[in-house]
Structures are given as structure tokens and as C-alpha cells.
């Protein structure tokens, strides 16, 4: 009886340790908004392999845990991210199908969702920048906000004042940036200030000339990503050079005429070369989408559009948009490529999971009219180090699920249409 009683102890350990529990692979999600703060979906949902969606509650803040059994390779999970007031009704989703070896552990991003409190710096003349930007552009910059400065004063005269709605979100080092020209001329200047609830002003920030600038090999568009702010620098070949640090990134972004092949590269400021290699490929990608009624679509063609060997094909993003009463709706869904190769086959239909409460406005109703965008993705990196890095808070749009602060090489092959839905 001893002996049983000792077995049954071990046993009951073993259940309290997850020895019990079913085997396989845990997969861990992270929700989040912009800046990194957990966020809980409207809604959520995963399934494993090809079996039926399963609702899917947070197991913390913005925590979503699920187990993929041994035996299984691939598994797909869905967010319905938050709106709020008038808008609580649109329709915002993002997805992801991928394999085991694709990602175990990783951040999704609600692109328009800010989780966190904001202070409005509304102190009347209150000479934020040190540079008087009187008759020129000065623009100050948060995680949140891009304004023009003003004059407030009575007195002075002089463009270097926030404007009263600018806003800061609420927390510790956050970043401001002043940046601006007179003449030929750029300047830059920026604060890691503490923000709470009552603040409403942060003291001057010092703006100095910038005094270096780099090139590209070829057009594009160029923004300065620092710990927070995302800094346009214009378009062309040649850019003023803000920062040298080795925190913040370069992003420059070059299309081709018809916007059907793209190049997306954030290099380190400590890191930059001049010219930056900014060639758009030579890349081929022809998909195209099927139909049936009460479903959603099918894409065929995904296939390789022959990235090079240093930025290998990772996967698609797919993304459907539409009328959904009067707020319209969204849904972005990436899928790996290892996905696509358990499949053996280039057509993928779009994972349904309207069954689910909460994800029924997923689907378009019949007679809707949507527009579809196919993207092929190479990139330099592995999924997994892309989708694990925090985000950008102001992200670039059309590749909000890879929108996360480190250096980066992609390229991209971009096909896109429009059906009614049958």
C-alpha cells in the first residue's frame, strides 16, 4: 500500500509539472499594438494542420498559448484586433499559418491598435525646438503624432513651438525628435523624456545642423527610424544623414513603375553605406485567385518569383479588403513557404475561420466588392527573427506583419485584383 501510495504521489507531481499533459509543441503569441504594449484581440482563433478552428483565450496580457501535437507540422492561428468608439464595428484582422520550423514564438501586430495612454503637451509657447523655424517646415515627431511647430508666443516671433494636440504616449524614455530645413540646410534634435498623465511640456530640445548625407544606388524613399519616431527623409538618391547611432535604422523603400516589384531595406545608422544598394529585382509572379459561392478564395500561382540566394523566398502575404456595412474591412494573413511545401502545390485557399464567435465578418457577403493583393516575400532573415522583433510604431502599411525594428533586406513581388464575391 506504501508503494501504491508512492506511485500514485509521483504520478500526481508528473500532472502538476505538465507530465500529464499532451505532448507536442507549445506555441507562444504575443499580441501587441505599435509600441510593443500587449494588446487582447476582439476575437482569436487557432487551428493545427487542417483541422477546425478553436476559439482561443488569452492566457495573460496580449498572451496566446496553443500545443501542436507531435505528428503535426503546421498549424494557423487568426486575431481580430480592437477598435473603439465609432469605429468598434470595423473589421481589422491578421493571421498566420506556419510550420513548426517557421516559428514557435512570436509577436503579431494590431497595425492601428495604441494600448496605452497619451499626454497632450499643450503648454502655450513653449519653445520646444531650439531652432526657430520662422518662414521654413520644422516638424516635431513621437510614436503617435507628426505635426508642424508653430508660433504661441506673443512676443517672440518665432516658429518653435508644439502645437496644443500633439501628443506623446504616456511612459518612461519616450522619444521626441525635431527635424526640419532653412534653405539647404537640415536640421535634427531629439529627447528620451518621461512622460505621465499630467505632463504638458518636456523641456527644450537642442537642434543641431545635420552635417552629413548618403546616397542610393537608385530612387526611393527614405525615412529615419529612430528608438520610437519614424523620420521622412524625402525621395531621390540623395539624403541628409540625421544619426550615426547604431539603434536607429535607415529605411529605404524603392518601387518599381507599376508597383509591382518592390525593395524594403533598414540598415543601422553605424552601418551605412554610401551609395546604399537599393536595385529593384528582376522577379516574375503572375497569381491569380479562384471563386465559390459562401467561400473564400483560393490563390493559385504562388510560386517562386526567383529571388535571389541571399534573400530566398519565406512566404506570402495575402490580403483581402471590402465593404463590410459601412466601416469596411481588412484582413492581412501571411503564410510561410514551408507551409506551402507541405503542400506540394502553388494554390492555397484562405484559411476559414468565420465559424468561430467573433470571426463570422471574416468572409465576404455575396455581391461584395474585394480587392486582393498577393505579395511573394525574400528576405535576409528568418521568419522567426522578423516576427520576433518588436515593431515600428508607425509602420510602413502594406507590410505591417514584417513592420518590426531591425535591419532588414526584402524584396518583393506584388500581384493584385478585384472580384464580387459570387
Known amino acids: 500500500m506504501r508503494r501504491m501510495a508512492l506511485g500514485t504521489g509521483l504520478a500526481?507531481?508528473?500532472?502538476?509539472?505538465?507530465?500529464?499533459?499532451?505532448?507536442?509543441?507549445?506555441?507562444?503569441?504575443?499580441?501587441?499594438?505599435?509600441?510593443?504594449?500587449?494588446i487582447q484581440a476582439t476575437a482569436a482563433a487557432y487551428r493545427v494542420g487542417t483541422g477546425p478552428f478553436q476559439a482561443l483565450s488569452p492566457t495573460g496580457p496580449g498572451q496566446y498559448r496553443f500545443t501542436v501535437p507531435s505528428g503535426e507540422k503546421k498549424y494557423t492561428v487568426v486575431f481580430r484586433c480592437p477598435f473603439f468608439g465609432i469605429l468598434s464595428s470595423r473589421v481589422l484582422a491578421v493571421s498566420y499559418e506556419l510550420t513548426l520550423a517557421e516559428a514557435t514564438s512570436f509577436k503579431v501586430r494590431c497595425p492601428l491598435a495604441y494600448a496605452g495612454p497619451e499626454a497632450n503637451l499643450n503648454e502655450t509657447n513653449d519653445n520646444t525646438s531650439s531652432q526657430d523655424f520662422t518662414g521654413r517646415q520644422?516638424?516635431?515627431?513621437?510614436?503617435?503624432?507628426?505635426?508642424?511647430?508653430?508660433?504661441?508666443?506673443?512676443?517672440?516671433?518665432?516658429?518653435?513651438?508644439?502645437?496644443?494636440?500633439?501628443?506623446?504616449?504616456?511612459?518612461?524614455?519616450r522619444e521626441v525628435a525635431i527635424y526640419g530645413q532653412i534653405g539647404n540646410t537640415y536640421y535634427f534634435g531629439r529627447a528620451l523624456v518621461d512622460v505621465t498623465y499630467t505632463t504638458t511640456e518636456i523641456g527644450q530640445i537642442t537642434v543641431s545642423q545635420v552635417g552629413d548625407n548618403f546616397t542610393t544606388s537608385h530612387q526611393a524613399q527614405a525615412h529615419l527610424l529612430g528608438k520610437e519616431v519614424r523620420i521622412p527623409l524625402g525621395?531621390?538618391?540623395?539624403?541628409?544623414?540625421?544619426?550615426?547611432?547604431?539603434?536607429?535604422?535607415?529605411?529605404?523603400?524603392s518601387f518599381s513603375f507599376n508597383g509591382d516589384q518592390a525593395r524594403l531595406r533598414r540598415v543601422p545608422g553605424n552601418a551605412l553605406a554610401s551609395p546604399v544598394d537599393t536595385a529593384l529585382p528582376s522577379l516574375s509572379f503572375n497569381p491569380s485567385v479562384s471563386l465559390n459561392a459562401g467561400s473564400l478564395p483560393t490563390f493559385q500561382g504562388l510560386t517562386d518569383p526567383q529571388f535571389p540566394n541571399e534573400r530566398p523566398l519565406r512566404g506570402y502575404l495575402l490580403t483581402l479588403s471590402w465593404l463590410s456595412d459601412w466601416m469596411g474591412a481588412f484582413w492581412q494573413h501571411l503564410v510561410g513557404q514551408g507551409v506551402l511545401q507541405t503542400l506540394q502545390t502553388d494554390n492555397y485557399a484562405l484559411p476559414d475561420p468565420t465559424g468561430v464567435t467573433g470571426l463570422e465578418a471574416l468572409k465576404p457577403t455575396s455581391g461584395d466588392s474585394v480587392i486582393w493583393q498577393a505579395v511573394a516575400l525574400g528576405?535576409?532573415?528568418?521568419?522567426?527573427?522578423?516576427?520576433?522583433?518588436?515593431?515600428?510604431?508607425?509602420?510602413?502599411g502594406p507590410l505591417d506583419a514584417l513592420d518590426r525594428h531591425l535591419p532588414l533586406d526584402l524584396e518583393a513581388a506584388v500581384a493584385f485584383g478585384s472580384y464580387t464575391q459570387p
Do not use: H
Open 12 to 38: 500526481l507531481l508528473l500532472a502538476a509539472c505538465g507530465g500529464g499533459g499532451p505532448s507536442g509543441t507549445q506555441v507562444q503569441v504575443n499580441l501587441v499594438d505599435g509600441l510593443d504594449n500587449p
Open 235 to 253: 525621395s531621390g538618391n540623395i539624403f541628409p544623414k540625421p544619426s550615426s547611432d547604431s539603434g536607429d535604422l535607415y529605411e529605404l523603400v
Open 138 to 173: 520644422g516638424q516635431a515627431y513621437s510614436a503617435t503624432s507628426s505635426v508642424f511647430l508653430v508660433d504661441e508666443g506673443q512676443n517672440d516671433d518665432k516658429v518653435n513651438d508644439l502645437p496644443n494636440f500633439f501628443q506623446v504616449p504616456v511612459g518612461q524614455n
Open 379 to 396: 528576405l535576409n532573415r528568418d521568419l522567426s527573427q522578423v516576427l520576433g522583433a518588436r515593431p515600428i510604431p508607425q509602420g510602413t
